[in-house]
């Protein structure tokens, strides 16, 4: 009985030291490449093992892959890109986009693992305020939460329109969720929301609501009309 189980602590023990020897070797062996065969090294190491340093390694060794600005200081390590991108993916997630240096590839990365995961948080530390927030309307939508709608105008100012991201965004969840309480909750009147109410629910009263876009009210009223 004891004999088996010193056997298998052994056996154990073997398989987790040659796990290190074949990581660390691999690692090693990587370090010796160059060029984009180093990259894909690194980059094939992290996927395997599901560990982002590897990605961090590309940064640290691949400094011959940088586009720098007029100061020197990094704007692109496109291998570093590609690493943290697929391990994102890989992992489903979204928090290893921000390992990417370049804001626009890391906007991308983010909106991408988005659409993957759900993830509505991810959205907001999207830079660009037309992926961000096109990332909160989508996310808003089909999770059917209108507090995503209420974030969509905290970094700039919405403009103010019957289509605008914010009121669209409450357009679309108050009709799935029959909630017309939100149809003025967005940054225009909401008159959108209030036709298609009017017309799903065979209420010329609601048309009423629409008196601000005088074609949006004619609309509403030949639609019910047509009922």
């Known amino acids: 009985m004891r004999r088996n189980r010193l056997s298998r602590i052994i056996l154990f023990s073997i398989i987790i030291i040659s796990v290190f020897i074949i990581s660390g070797c691999s690692s ?43 100061l020197g200081e990094p704007l692109h390590s496109w291998p570093a890109t590609n690493c943290f991108y697929s391990l994102a993916k890989s992992k489903k997630d979204g928090k290893l986009c921000r390992g990417i ?3 626009e590839e890391r906007d991308d990365c983010l909106y991408e693992l988005v659409n993957i995961t759900q993830e509505g948080l991810l959205c907001k530390d999207i830079k660009k305020a037309l992926f961000r927030n096109s990332c909160l309307v989508k996310v808003g939508i089909a999770n059917l939460d209108e507090s995503f709608c209420d974030t969509i105008c905290e970094q700039e100012d919405c403009p103010d329109e019957i289509l605008g991201p914010e009121q669209y965004c409450f357009d679309k969840v108050a009709v799935l969720k029959k909630e017309i309480s939100l149809c003025p909750k967005g940054s225009g009147d909401g008159a959108y929301c209030f036709a298609q109410f009017a017309v799903m629910n065979n209420n010329l009263s609601l048309c009423k609501k629409t008196l601000s876009k005088p074609g949006m009210l004619m609309h509403c009223v030949k639609l019910i009309a047509l009922i």
């Open 28 to 70: 090693i062996i990587c370090s010796f490449k160059s060029g984009s065969e180093k990259y894909w090294c690194y980059e094939h190491l992290a996927i395997k093992t599901k560990d982002e340093s590897y990605c961090f390694q590309i940064i640290k060794e691949g400094k011959f892959y940088y586009e720098t600005d007029m």
């Open 101 to 103: 240096i370049d804001l």
